[in-house]
């Protein structure tokens, strides 16, 4: 997999998906980045083809080499679980309809890979995409800033990777 090329970074949600694009491995530099939002009151079946149909013109957009997003943990509350899961199917699909190649990551290996500690707080992650895109301020939203650092994870972890794979055994 390419790791100089375009992440897509993915923070699910049904409400606020956010997105970030970046471009590069080690030394990221920042494409775009923001939410997509949806209306409370519209039916769950018509928000998901409004994250769906998003999702789908970002790829055609910016031609993303890897899309990243936040693998779902069921610690969580089940509730918010379900549609959080529905989101990210969507934009999964979006993404291997595509040919986009998509890798998955707990919350607790993007901070690992962006802020170098698996339980750094919301602040801290937000001041490291800051730091690590060579940013002036946070990004915001903060779902946004969320998606940038699961590209940044992506695109930071995949040259180690691609090593490992390589490397004879």
């Known amino acids: 997999m390419k790791h100089d090329g375009i992440t897509l970074g993915i923070d ?7 997105y970030g694009l970046i471009r590069g491995g080690l030394h990221p530099k920042l494409i775009d980045a923001g939410v997509i939002e949806t209306w409370p009151d519209e ?10 149909e998003s999702t789908v013109e970002l790829i055609a957009e910016f031609h993303p080499d890897a899309l990243a997003i936040e693998r779902l943990l069921f610690a969580q509350n089940v509730t918010t679980a379900i549609p959080v899961g529905q ?5 999964i699909l979006a993404a291997a309809q595509a040919n986009v190649p998509v890798a998955e990551y707990a919350p607790s290996e993007i901070k690992y890979a962006v802020a170098g500690y698996g ?16 940013l ?4 915001k939203p903060d779902d946004a800033a969320d998606a940038l ?3 940044i994870c992506h695109a930071q972890s995949t040259p180690f990777v691609d090593r490992i794979h390589r490397e004879p055994s």
């Open 12 to 18: 699910p949600g049904t409400a606020r998906l956010g």
């Open 43 to 52: 039916p769950m079946p018509q928000r998901l083809v409004t994250l769906y």
């Open 87 to 91: 989101a990210r199917g969507v934009v």
């Open 119 to 134: 339980k750094a707080d919301k602040p801290q992650m937000q001041e490291m995409v800051r730091m690590i895109l060579n």
């Open 136 to 139: 002036s301020s946070v990004p």
């Open 149 to 151: 650092a699961v590209a």
